[in-house]
């Protein structure tokens, strides 16, 4: 049990499980102090538990043969935080390789990062952002799932800090930003943090092993545009843009679309789409290519 008797310890793949292959934990203890696996054959590996702020994780696994992974953790309070973002659940799951091209494997690792912007969120000093997120690194992975609810503020500022972290810069092959809105979100203020810091506009990383990119919930904001054109700028490999446009835009997509294929026809040997949502049944896809439009029907 951990302290207080609220949590309890995971320790799995004692020694005599040197040959295990296959381990499955599904934790309902509300909260979890320690995860210690030593599993040298281990090829599948699902783990599901929760902790909370007052709770800082420790996580060792070691199980370099591992094949797939379905691997979560959920926050019964946001645990650590960037300014006003704060981590709400973290998944690597190993899912089916859909379009990523027929010389990569069947299956890609996908870390998924669940945030969310609230100004009244408060933490120990000691809860760093990056380090709660690269202890859920398990296994290597390529591909960055961010889904952030906004509340109407400037996500670029934290995602590039994401995008800056060692293990994520160097490792990622696909990114997918899903952005999270409502119609009660309302303008940030003045000076708002979310825009700290304030230069994140004109910075530069380098990405060299991205190629596709997809953002989803694009509402056409200024900030929007401007860490599309960020991602562009880090991508000297980029192959594939796609940008699906929210419902909050779709009925009056003309001008956006437009200062997308703006921002996509400085990029002309760079596949860019835009997809637009007529109807839960239909899409329309606007493929810029080497500078040609084309429209289809999904």
Request: glycine share 6%.
């Amino acid at each position: 049990m951990g302290p207080g008797g609220g949590g309890a310890d995971l320790i799995s793949a004692l020694p005599e499980d040197l040959l295990l292959q296959e381990l499955h934990v599904d934790t309902r203890i509300p909260f979890t102090y320690r995860i210690d696996i030593r599993a040298p054959a281990l090829k599948r590996l699902a783990m599901s538990f929760s902790t909370s702020d007052k709770i800082i994780v420790l996580v060792s696994v070691l199980a370099p043969m591992l094949e797939t992974v379905s691997w979560r953790c959920t926050y019964s309070t946001v645990s650590a935080r960037l300014g006003l973002w704060g981590l709400s659940e973290v998944r690597l799951q190993t899912e089916e390789n859909n379009g990523h091209g027929g010389q990569l494997p069947p299956h890609v690792n996908v870390l998924s990062l669940f945030v969310a912007a609230d100004d009244s969120y408060e933490f120990p000093e000691e809860v760093s952002l990056r380090t709660e997120i690269e202890k859920h690194m398990v296994t290597h992975f390529s591909v960055l799932e961010l889904r952030v609810e906004t509340w109407g503020h400037v996500f670029g500022a934290f995602a590039l800090h994401i995008l800056e972290m060692d293990q994520i810069s160097t490792a990622i092959q696909s990114l997918k930003v899903i952005l999270l809105s409502s119609e009660d979100d309302e303008a940030c203020p003045q000076n708002c943090p979310c825009e700290e810091p304030s230069n994140w506009r004109s910075q530069t990383i380098s990405l060299t092993n991205l190629e596709k990119v997809e953002i989803k919930g694009f509402q056409g904001e200024g900030h929007e545009f401007d860490f599309l054109k960020l991602v562009f700028r880090c991508v000297p490999m980029l192959k594939t843009m796609s940008v699906r446009l929210s419902d909050e835009v779709t009925a009056s997509n003309d001008d956006c679309c437009k200062k997308i294929h703006d921002v996509f026809k400085m990029y002309p040997f760079v596949e860019c789409n835009v997809i637009v949502d007529l109807s839960p049944e239909m899409s329309i896809v606007m493929v810029l290519c080497f500078g040609n439009v084309f429209a289809l029907e999904e």
